[in-house]
RNA sequence: GGUGAGAUGGCUGAGUGGUCGAAAGCAUAUCUUUGCUAAAGAUACGUAGCCUUACCGCUACCGAGGGUUCGAAUCCCUCUCUCACCGCCA
């Protein structure tokens, strides 16, 4: 959520900066002025009015233990009263109205983000690593996976629906292989602090990260109960914290948490992608960070680095894209994106979007903290995958396939998994 | 699911209709004093909004939402959560 103090004194930047993004927003911003200046003007009437109901009150209190007659100063509060609840409908109408609109309006990209209309115009930051060359036709993930009694979309398809995979053998064992190595990667050395959560939330926690009230088609929900399932743990990690106000020296909080994801991807259907890549749950380990105003840029960076460190260690060829205001997400001010190349599907897909939303969530979950004078303000909020399992899974399996339809475990996960290749 | 108890400021905990945003204690900050670690005293110390250059001031908030009343932390209703016991259950 913007702060509705910088838009109300500088709404031309506002604006401007808003512009850069896809949408078109300057009718909002100017909606939320007008609406502003009407709330505030009922507001101070309100409160006028209020502070005389009490005066009169506490009089009426003092007559009455001196045994006065109250009646006609009573009829007075009554008429006070009557006003009170008609300037306060305009009040509270006006504040709804605003709270909608502020809601509604993504944050604003960072000066340091670089402007452009479309994903086409995001540009490289750094590549690591070489494509990988095969003396035989790479094969894609899905026949690997099927070839060796990993992969099964026909058993996801029959017990849930499309868009749904069971793993099995070998490959539930290098699922689960690589959500240890993750966490150990991300707790040990990194040292973040792991996080299991909920995999279900109140609608608050949605809105406060921003999924809600704006994307709310691509979330699960269970009515009878008013839950949503969390299509990233994103959601439940940063609001561990809302409604807090956090003390200088918790700061920067690093959570790291592995869960399940859940998305409906709705209007993606069909989208052209094959087997894992665009599924409707998925497991991830997210690294969440909560800091300063002042830290926030160079805490994306070094989450940007520890999500690449497990390509690195995996010796898995990336690229690591800056995405433009123009595709840049709706809460985030500045993202970097890193894609791993996956032979099998010519292409390089995306395995973490590592973000940094400024004080735009930490404002919509009330979240603050207190700074070395005792003032509360707003802290920042980050967060990255660190990374995407169903992907991640992708671009090994279809790395370290061998002429044969084996695939080599890489060094750094044979402690885990146990052997060094799936046959 | 059932029964009972509870929900007040960072914490403990008073407060059952009027000057209560809320006693007291603890914790915290600053200052003063006593020649150290320590102790005593003074002051400050919730959140948000409105109005303000600022100070001041005003308003709202005692789990949430409604209601009664001139006036509600206090009375009534609904809900949520916590704790205990019972039932059920991985």
Known sequence: MLDIRLIRDTPDLVKERLATRSGDY????????????????????RQKLQGDRN???????????????????????????????????DADSADTRQRELLLGLPNLPHEACPVGHSAEENPEVRVWGKKPTFEFEPKDHTVLGQQLGMLDFEAGAKITGSAFVVYRGQGARLERTLINFLLDLHTTVHGYHEISPPLLVKPECL?????????????YHSPEDNLYLIPTAEVPVTNLHRDEILKLD???????????????????????T??????????????????????????LESLTANAEKVLQLLGLHYRVIELCTGDIGFGSTKTYDIEVWAPGQ????????????????????????????GKNKVPH??????????????????????????ILIPEALRGHFGAEKIA
């Open 381 to 406: 909020t980050l967060n990255g995958s660190g990374t995407a399992l169903a992907r991640l899974f992708v671009a090994l399996v279809e790395t370290y396939q061998q002429s044969d339809g084996s």
């Open 207 to 219: 809105v406060g990260t921003g999924q809600l009230p704006k994307f709310g088609d691509q979330v």
């Open 274 to 299: 094959r087997g894992l890549i665009r599924m409707h749950q998925f497991d991830k380990v997210e690294l969440v960070k909560i800091t300063t105003p002042e830290t926030s840029m160079a805490e």
């Open 250 to 272: 918790q700061l920067p909080i690093n959570y790291a948490a592995y869960t399940p994801c859940f998305r409906r991807e709705a209007g993606s259907a069909g989208l052209g």
């Open 346 to 373: 010519g292409t390089y897909l995306e395995v973490s979007s590592c973000s940094t939303f400024g004080d735009y969530q930490a404002r919509r979950m009330n979240l603050r903290y207190k700074d070395e004078n």
């Open 26 to 45: 300057a009718s909002v911003v100017d909606e939320v002025l007008s609406i502003d200046t009407a709330r505030r003007v009922a507001e101070t009437e």
């Open 55 to 89: 005066r009169i009150s506490k009089e009426i209190g003092i007559a009455k233990k001196n045994g006065q007659d109250t009646s006609a100063i009573e009829a007075e509060v009554r008429g006070i009263n009557e006003r009170i609840e008609q300037i306060g409908r």
